[in-house]
């Protein structure tokens, strides 16, 4: 039940593109899966982990027009377990460590208020695969958004020490942003084709939730000049060999095994 | 030997399909979710389209197995399941009948929403307890047993139910 045709024509800009997509979804689905069993209460256990399915369901669909477009018989499980750390295409937001409950929480409102104007704005993508998932992924990056903003505003508003946490959580994921809005050659290309969302149009409404949130919840902007980047063009965080490690060894190590 | 069965019509596939239920809340059907999406016969050959409630939705597969299932047992096998994305399933599209099950069975109902892009949160609802009929709810908890729902508690009666989000 994979979307689109077999006889979808090869575009290689529209591929790497929905494999940026694809990437930060999979590999944010993966980190929230690390809270299983592992959350303060029952319900966050619960909260995470239908984040991380949905987020996951994105990433399948765009995984699979990823191979269709790029034309090399590649499916969304080779995309997925078949791949090395320097072919995988996440933003470091996306793939950053999970820290403590706070900095989960801080990097998913950091995410989501991404998220939503993103999928707005690819739900007209040119490619009507891309703007099929984000129709859907936008109403659901909504209630990510309300969920991380609530308890963000909770532990910042809360007490000395969730205060603190909350800000110093919010200052180790913060340098990564910067990298969502970049622009390369690609997105010049697949903007001007009306593939891809604009960066410079998502900015303003990222900075403008993210402002009223942090505001709310007493907490500072964190002011660090250092802007990493990397994660477009293969060079990835420390940590993310251990997360493929974790993700791919089973379909590595026992290839076609089923259950 | 016995003859091939003839081939079916759109309208007898559909009668068949009006059985299929979610795998999930067995008292309300695909069609009354809103999740069948067409039928089309051409010569043998049945075309079924469905489409997910949320992107992760685990359920899908089951749902397609069960619609040959069920379309299997009238002798028709030459079954195709597409699935689509666009547009965009809601719950705006789920029948009254069955937004009466799910209250009936002890799911708050989605509630009904304007038209329009989804841009800010929505406020929180306020919900009927499908048990009590008591209007002093309150959400526990925004994520819940499915995608699809939340978890909620009813302070007159005291019993927690599930809410079908509107969506």
Redesign the interface.
């Known amino acids: 039940?994979?979307?689109g045709g077999t006889d979808t024509a090869v575009d290689l800009d529209a591929s790497a593109y929905a494999l940026r997509l694809g990437d930060d979804a999979l590999v944010l689905g993966q980190r929230l899966c690390e809270w299983a069993a592992r959350s303060p209460e029952l319900?966050e256990d619960?909260?995470l982990l239908?984040?991380a399915?949905?987020?996951?369901?994105?990433a399948?669909?765009l995984l699979s027009r990823a191979g269709e477009l790029e034309g090399a018989g590649r499916d969304e499980d080779d995309l997925a377990f078949l791949r090395n750390e320097p072919e995988f295409r996440c933003g470091l937001l996306f793939e950053a460590a999970n820290g403590d409950f706070g900095q989960t929480l801080a990097r998913q409102l950091l995410v989501s208020a991404y998220q939503?104007?993103l999928w707005?704005a690819l739900?007209s993508s040119t490619d009507?695969?891309i703007?099929?998932?984000a129709?859907?992924?936008?109403?659901?990056a909504?209630?990510h958004?309300?969920?991380a903003?609530s308890w963000v505003v909770r532990l910042g508003d809360g007490t000395d020490e969730s205060h603190r946490r909350v800000q110093a959580g919010l200052e180790e994921v913060w340098p990564y942003t910067s990298e969502l809005f970049e622009r390369d050659a690609l997105l010049d290309r697949l903007v001007a084709r009306g593939v891809a969302a604009d960066p410079d149009l998502l900015l303003p409404v990222w900075e403008a939730t993210v402002g009223e949130v942090l505001a709310e919840a007493t907490l500072e902007v964190p002011q660090t000049t250092w802007r990493p980047t990397g994660g477009r063009s293969g060079r990835h965080l420390t940590g993310f060999g251990y997360l493929l490690a974790e993700m791919q060894h089973l379909h590595r190590s026992h290839p076609g095994a089923t259950w | 030997m016995t003859a091939p069965p003839a081939p079916p019509t759109a309208a007898q596939v559909r009668t068949v399909l009006a059985e299929v239920t979610d795998p999930e809340i067995p008292v309300i059907t695909i069609d009354e979710l809103g999740i069948l999406r067409g039928v089309d016969v051409q010569g043998g050959h049945v075309v079924v389209t469905i489409t997910p409630t949320y992107s992760g939705c685990p359920a899908m597969q089951e749902i397609e197995a069960d619609v040959r299932s069920a379309l299997s047992g009238r002798g028709w096998d030459d079954v195709e399941v597409r699935s689509v994305l666009s547009p965009a399933w809601t719950t705006d599209w789920m029948s009254d009948a069955g937004r009466e099950k799910l209250r009936a069975y002890g799911i708050a109902p989605p509630e009904r929403r304007p038209a329009g892009p989804v841009l800010v949160a929505l406020g929180r609802p306020r919900l009927v307890c499908p048990q009590c009929g008591s209007a002093d709810t309150e959400e526990l908890t925004r994520f819940a047993s499915t995608s699809c729902k939340s978890l909620w508690r009813c302070r007159s009666c005291r019993e927690p139910f599930d809410h079908f989000k509107a969506h």
């Open positions: 039940m994979s979307p319900e619960v909260a239908n984040i399915l949905d987020l996951l369901g994105a399948r669909l939503v104007p707005h739900g009507e695969v703007a099929g998932v129709g859907k992924a936008v109403k659901e909504v209630y958004l309300d969920h903003r």
